[in-house]
């Protein structure tokens, strides 16, 4: 038998979605809090919005790659989007995806900022013996 998923708590006032969920499940959720911080340290919605105004394109200039509505849900930073669409939306703005991963990762997306993490990168790679 399946248990239903009930967020209504006491007097039919729905709970948020943490509390509800601490309720149906305990303690086997731990510390869960709904200022929990993103797993992926970067800022990519912020990354992609910068890219796409930077070289004039609008929300609706990807209906190659992607609706309106995608695009508008990965720089609200709802959803994260996959390796291969970062790699079309890169492709898109005519930029290397690598450009917007770097902003992503890049919190004040200066040239310098930029500049010590592609060091940091190359001296990643020749560490690891691959050429790049």
């Known amino acids: ?9 006491v007097g039919g006032k729905c709970k948020p979605w943490f509390v509800a969920l601490k309720d149906a499940f305990g303690a086997n959720l731990g510390n869960l809090s709904p200022d929990m911080p993103r797993p992926i340290e970067s800022d990519f919605p912020k990354a992609l919005r910068h890219v796409r105004k930077a070289v004039g394109l ?9 609706s309106r509505v995608y695009i508008s849900i990965l720089e609200r930073g709802l959803k994260q989007p996959t390796l291969p669409k970062v790699d079309a939306l890169a492709n898109a703005m005519g930029v290397h995806p690598l450009t917007l991963l770097a902003l992503a990762y890049c919190k004040g997306q200066t040239a310098d900022e930029v500049r010590r993490l592609c060091e940091q990168v190359v001296s990643e790679v020749e560490s690891l013996a691959l050429s790049a």
């Open 58 to 66: 609008t929300q609706e200039d990807f209906d190659e790659v992607s």
């Open 1 to 9: 038998m399946i248990a239903r998923f009930d967020r209504r708590g």
